[in-house]
């Protein structure tokens, strides 16, 4: 296993010289894999994309290789099929005859929508890394274990993919192979890093789209406590954060038990995602509001002094001020130590798209009401910070960046806009509303909040 640290694997790529490639065997084109190595999902850049760098430097145009690497998120927040479509008929009118276009990771789900309008394609939808490398002779593949230098962290990738398909996700109209990593061969990575880089292992970042997942595919049910377990057995792992991934409505007794034994989780990350049954059935959570309060209870009793973050959502459809309240008061009682708020992101494609979408207008005035209420009947010693990441429409700008200006550059630039993002952070006393209709007052604001909270006691 050799180890290459991301920041050198970054600054290969992002300075690729490609008047200067390196003679190879092999005529390979990676430059459209290349330009969209930062388009993607961290997890993508850390397992697979970094680990491509020895290939970086072995590239021709596209009209002299024979052989063309593509890749493409497909879907973030917004759907990049159009974005796609427009970037593989490019490349097929650049490519000489006989030429062969290997799609690769979650651009593959184009393959249903090309069919057959352009031969010799090949489509690897997973350990395309490791594919790419037996096929051209490079010594790379997929790192599911491997140190973050930029966060200082080791990054754990336990499995990959998630069975749900919740109704605001991109998996509800594009697919990723589900795959749990073996104990063995996480055991393998870490025993490793314990004889190479004992160093690298203080701090252990877990991550995935679905942790509670793990291990359905090898043991026929859920198994994370193995994982926990495995990471608790190191004396070299100080501290453990469950920084993406974990799902409170897929729980069980063995993973509580782990999580309730390891004394080295210092944080984790829980997607409340809304603060009502009502929305939470609507959106296909498997959690309710009752298992999130319970489930944050027993990690308090367990690890008093741990972090506890919850990303929820504003504007999901038919959301109205009482669910927003609602969802104050879940944060509240729950004592949330950072809260990520996100504005939900529509998408054709969605099954929530077939609801009545609200207006840009009323999501901000849900943020305001949200911050307002917290601000006016909450101790911020708890909420520290309220993160708000606001994302705009894109589809007047450009998301198609041609070939030309790369080659034109002969470097790696940035080479699509796919969204733009706002940060607004709101801590303790300091807490203030820059999102705001100003179409009503504060004092009208506060009647309707004081409404609203006055009938919830009168219903109970």
């Known amino acids: 296993m050799r180890e290459i640290l991301l920041s050198e694997k970054e600054k290969m790529i992002r300075d690729l010289d490609y008047s200067n490639h390196e003679k190879y065997k092999y005529k390979i084109c990676a430059e459209p894999l290349q330009r969209n190595i930062y388009e993607d999902c961290y997890r993508e850049q850390l397992v697979s994309f970094f680990q491509m760098a020895p290939l970086m430097n072995k590239t021709l145009p596209i009209e002299e290789a024979d052989y063309i690497l593509y ?136 991550r995935a789209e679905n942790l509670n997942q793990y291990g359905l595919d090898l043991d026929g049910k859920r198994t994370l406590n193995k994982v926990i377990d495995l990471l608790d057995s190191y004396d070299e792992i100080e501290y453990i954060s469950l920084a993406i991934g974990y799902c409170i409505g897929e729980n069980n007794k063995a993973i509580r038990e782990s999580l309730a034994n390891c004394n080295k989780i210092v944080d984790v990350m829980l997607y409340f995602e809304t603060g009502t049954n009502r929305l939470l ?88 009401y949200l911050i307002n209420y917290i601000k006016k009947n909450y101790d911020n010693d708890y909420i520290l910070t309220l993160y708000h990441e606001s994302f705009y429409d894109s589809s007047k700008r450009s998301v198609v960046r041609k070939l030309e200006n790369i080659k034109k550059e002969q470097k790696y630039t940035k080479g699509r806009i796919w969204y733009d993002s706002t940060y607004e952070y709101f801590m303790g006393d300091d807490i203030v509303v820059k999102s705001h209709d100003e179409n009503i007052s504060d004092e009208e604001l506060e009647k309707e909040v004081e409404r609203i909270v006055k009938q919830r006691k009168l219903t109970k």
Request: some cysteine; proline content about 4%.
């Open 281 to 368: 059935k609507l959106i296909g959570k498997k959690h309710t509001c009752e298992m999130a309060k319970a489930f944050v209870k027993f990690m308090r009793a367990y690890h008093p002094d741990m972090k506890i973050s919850v990303a929820v959502m504003i504007g999901l459809p038919t959301e109205e001020l009482a669910d927003i309240i609602s969802l104050g008061d879940l944060l509240m009682e729950c004592d949330i130590d950072f809260v990520h708020c996100n504005y939900y992101g529509y998408v054709d494609k969605h099954p929530l798209a077939a609801y009545p979408q609200l207006s840009e207008q009323v999501k901000k005035m849900h943020l305001k």
């Open 71 to 206: 890749a493409n998120p497909f879907a973030r927040v917004q759907d990049f099929t159009d974005s796609v479509l427009e970037e593989i008929e490019e490349i097929d009118k650049r490519r000489k005859d006989g030429s062969e276009i290997i799609i690769c990771g979650k651009a593959t789900n184009i393959k249903d929508i090309i069919k057959d309008k352009y031969s010799n394609i090949t489509y690897v939808p997973s350990h395309f890394t490791e594919y790419i490398g037996k096929r051209f002779e490079i010594d790379m593949k997929e790192e599911y274990v491997v140190y973050d230098d930029r966060n200082g962290a080791l990054n754990i990738w336990p499995v990959d993919g998630c069975l749900n398909k919740c109704g605001f996700c991109r998996r509800t109209y594009m697919d990723i192979p589900f795959e749990s990593q073996s104990i063995e061969f996480l055991k393998e990575k870490l025993d490793w890093y314990k004889e190479n880089h004992p160093e690298q292992m203080k701090f252990v970042s877990l």
